[in-house]
């Protein structure tokens, strides 16, 4: 798992190699999260998890792309949402996917997910 700052520059770039622009406190949401809390998680899981944020992100910016007065960037709001996606995805995966260790290590490290 990564840190705070590492998650930060690896996802923002990412994402502006699939072509999005982040506004510049997007990724602010992702303070909120106790990366420390996530180690114990394994590389399948991390994937997984990342795919689901990176994709949910995707979705929203892409579902708003041609609405009025949109600034056609990632926002703090989208990652914070894409967060809160993560949580959910979590908490309704089987064992296969997520060890119910990762599942409340999840849950334990994210300051939006319930």
Request: overall charge neutral; charged content about 25%.
């Amino acid at each position: 798992m990564q840190t705070l700052e590492q998650a930060r520059t690896s996802l923002a770039a990412e994402l502006r190699q699939k072509g999005w622009m982040i506004a510049k406190d997007a990724m602010a949401p992702l303070d909120k999260i106790d990366f420390a809390k996530l180690v114990q998680i394994h590389d399948h899981e991390e994937y997984f998890l990342r795919q689901v944020f990176v994709q949910s992100l995707i979705a929203m910016r892409q579902s708003r792309r041609d609405a009025p007065g949109e600034a056609g960037e990632i926002t703090a709001a989208d990652v914070e949402t894409a967060i809160q996606m993560v949580g959910v995805a979590a908490q309704r995966q089987g064992k296969d996917t997520l060890s119910k260790t990762s599942i409340s290590a999840i849950k334990d490290s994210c300051g939006f997910c319930k």
